[in-house]
């Protein structure tokens, strides 16, 4: 069992930036990990997504990162906008195995979420 945490949101204003934490219960290194946000009245979105040797799928102002702490993941949103208001979740994919690591991947671990305010 992989139970996360999400923490490092707050509100700020737009133009700053943000490096949200993801730390989990267990050893993630070896899991395809991704961020996914989703902000009230909208479908749940995938941000960013990192594999387990490192290569990642990332949108724009985000980058997902590994800490060399194996239980923790880093999102930096930079240059943040109104936009960006939501709720962010860090997700794990249930299995460690070789495949490939992209935000179509299965996740079968959530967060509970941080909440990621920008005002203008």
């Known amino acids: 069992q992989v139970q996360l945490v999400e923490s490092g949101g707050g509100s700020v204003q737009a133009g700053g930036s943000l490096r949200l934490s993801c730390t989990s219960s267990t050893d993630i290194s070896s899991r395809c990990m991704a961020w996914f946000r989703q902000a009230p009245g909208k479908e749940r979105e995938g941000v960013a997504a990192i594999s387990a040797t490192g290569s990642y799928t990332m949108r724009g102002r985000f980058t997902v990162s590994r800490d060399d702490d194996p239980k923790t993941l880093y999102l930096q949103i930079n240059n943040l906008e109104p936009e960006d208001t939501a709720m962010y979740y860090c997700?794990?994919?249930?299995?460690?195995?070789?495949?490939?690591?992209?935000?179509?991947?299965?996740?079968?671990?959530w967060g509970q979420g941080t909440q990621v305010t920008v005002s203008s």
């Open positions: 997700a794990a994919r249930g299995t460690t195995d070789v495949r490939p690591c992209n935000l179509k991947s299965d996740f079968n671990y």
